[in-house]
């Protein structure tokens, strides 16, 4: 096989991430004594090298192997193989998750057989450009499979590592290495941060996390906490935060990332992360157990750290990113926020709160708010938010896909299409959805005490564009329709609802959709 191989091991101390050097070794991996078994992906029995012997006489004794896999003793000195097979990749529906999916499956697979020093052994990838990362998407399945919860870190050192030794054999394993550990860096705080429980991802303990997470690294952290400060230029997410705030140890946080690049900057990002460490509904309290999972809506916070840390460790030039984590409960209490409050935004406008159940988007609206004034005077500048926002969202395209909405000068520059199209060549996959004018008219306020509403009473998944008119609620609320393709500076926004893409509950986060902003933002790195 014409590659080099690459060991890799990991280690976590706290919020870290660490990696060994890696060691470029010879082709014939499977001889190399660091190895216990062989995690073999590929799309075709026929296309497996010097394993095709074995793996073929297992297939004639075992008639669901060749779609399945499985594990087959070998002659080689690592003694085991274990199939990982893509399927057809030739289908109207196949997409380059098959190779994530396979490598993730044949790891796990390696483990349960007692496999602690996996080699993934990868092939060249189809000519299909659908499929040019497709040895990288492998990678990152398998480091997938190897995550270990924080809390088990933390908790019982014993199981911080599935496995002792993760070697990498396939064409240009030194580049696939290099981007594969960056962005499993910043996935790997996305899933801590995303998936961590109530207590141990309160907002006092995330504004812990990131500082630790980078210390002493290319990215300021800047912590706004103070509740007359917050009160006073975030007052939405003051409301949000107010019942909160009584609890030392839950009160709110607005998390600031900065990264600036060397040489003369030609593009300025700000991204806002909903950052909702529990959600119980506030006083629209949530019943019937929907309770379960609710410390997931942080996931689009997490998704901000985690493309944070994937620049921290990229270090593009000539670009700016602001990162901003909206850290905030929705408790329930006398001093909740509740229904038919009307708070005046950052922007002015005059917000009737119809839903407390709703919060994300006031914890975010403020900040929105904060980021588009910044962006005004920047050098070509894009803004997003990203989101477990809507019910809506997640009835509407379903796991494993985060829906897209652009703004009119995001429009004009086709951003969601760029978006999805980054998203399809990593498997971090969008769909897009559009923001009307029914949408504005239906956050419309209803009399003349409000500007606008901040929902209606019901649900997102029993309200028709339920998970459009909270975009259209983001731009009135923060101001930013008077940056649209109208006004003296547009401001090209994008709103994205990850409800359906923030992974299983129970399960583990996906960090989504760092992939995509990262190789929609960063393409340089991905040659």
Not at 38 to 66: C, G, R
Not at 92 to 102: H, I, K, L, Q
Not at 296 to 318: H, I, Q, W, Y
Not at 350 to 375: F, I, P, S, W, Y
Request: net charge neutral.
């Amino acid at each position: 096989m014409l590659s080099s191989v690459q060991s890799v091991r990991m280690a976590t101390t706290g919020a870290r991430w660490a990696a060994c050097a890696l060691e470029a070794c010879k082709a014939g991996a499977e001889s190399d004594s660091r190895f216990d078994g062989v995690v073999l992906v590929s799309d075709s029995l026929n296309n497996t090298s010097s394993h095709a012997e074995h793996l073929l006489q297992q297939s004639k004794v075992d008639a669901a192997f060749e779609e399945e896999g499985g594990v087959v003793a070998t002659s080689h000195s690592t003694g085991r193989t274990v199939y990982a097979p893509t399927g057809a990749l030739n289908k109207d529906f196949s997409d380059v998750r098959s190779y994530g999916e396979a490598a993730e499956k044949g790891v796990k697979r390696a483990l349960a057989a007692g496999i602690k020093r996996p080699l993934l052994s990868l092939l060249p990838v189809s000519n299909n450009p659908l499929y040019k990362h497709g040895n990288l998407v492998s990678v990152l399945g398998a480091l997938q499979a190897l995550y270990v919860p924080l809390e088990i870190r933390e908790c019982i050192p014993a199981k911080a590592n599935k496995a002792e030794i993760l070697g990498l054999d396939c064409p240009a394993a030194e580049s696939v290495r290099k981007l594969a550990l960056a962005l499993e860096s910043g996935r790997i705080a996305g899933r801590d941060i995303g998936g961590s429980d109530p207590e141990r991802m309160a907002a006092p303990r995330v504004e812990e996390y990131v500082r630790e997470l980078f210390q002493g690294s290319s990215i300021s952290v800047e912590v706004v906490s103070d509740v007359k400060t917050i009160e006073k230029e975030y007052p939405l997410f003051a409301a949000v935060n107010r019942c909160a705030n009584d609890v030392d140890r839950h009160a709110g946080r607005v998390i600031y990332l900065r990264y600036k690049g060397s040489g003369p900057i030609e593009k300025t990002i700000y991204l806002v992360g909903k950052g909702v460490t529990y959600d119980t509904g506030g006083c629209d309290i949530k019943a019937g157990g929907v309770m379960a999972g609710m410390h997931r809506d942080k996931c689009g916070s997490a998704a901000v750290a985690a493309f944070m840390k994937v620049v921290d460790e990229l270090k593009p030039t000539n670009v700016e990113v602001v990162g901003a984590m909206a850290m905030v409960r929705n408790s329930v209490g006398s001093n909740a926020y509740v229904s038919d409050e009307i708070i005046t935004s950052r922007a002015g406008i005059r917000v009737r709160v119809g839903n407390t159940d709703a919060e994300g988007r006031m914890a975010m609206a403020d900040v929105l708010c904060k980021l588009k004034e910044e962006a005004v005077k920047a050098v070509n500048p894009q803004l997003m938010t990203i989101a477990t926002l809507t019910g809506h969202a997640y009835l509407t395209v379903g796991e494993p896909y985060s829906i897209i909405l652009d703004n009119g000068p995001a429009a004009r520059q086709q951003v969601s299409q760029k978006v999805q199209e980054a998203g399809s060549l990593l498997g971090d996959m969008f769909e897009i959805s559009t923001i009307r004018k029914e949408d504005y008219a239906f956050v419309k306020g209803k009399s003349e005490y409000e500007d606008i509403l901040q929902c209606n009473n019901l649900p997102s998944s029993r309200t028709p564009r339920g998970h459009q008119a909270p975009a259209a609620f983001l731009i009135v609320t923060s101001g930013l329709n008077k940056h649209g393709i109208d006004g003296a500076v547009p401001l090209p926004y994008s709103h994205l609802d990850i409800a359906g893409s923030s992974g299983p509950f129970p399960g583990i986060p996906s960090a989504a959709p760092v992939l995509a902003l990262a190789r929609y933002y960063l393409p340089q790195f991905f040659q």
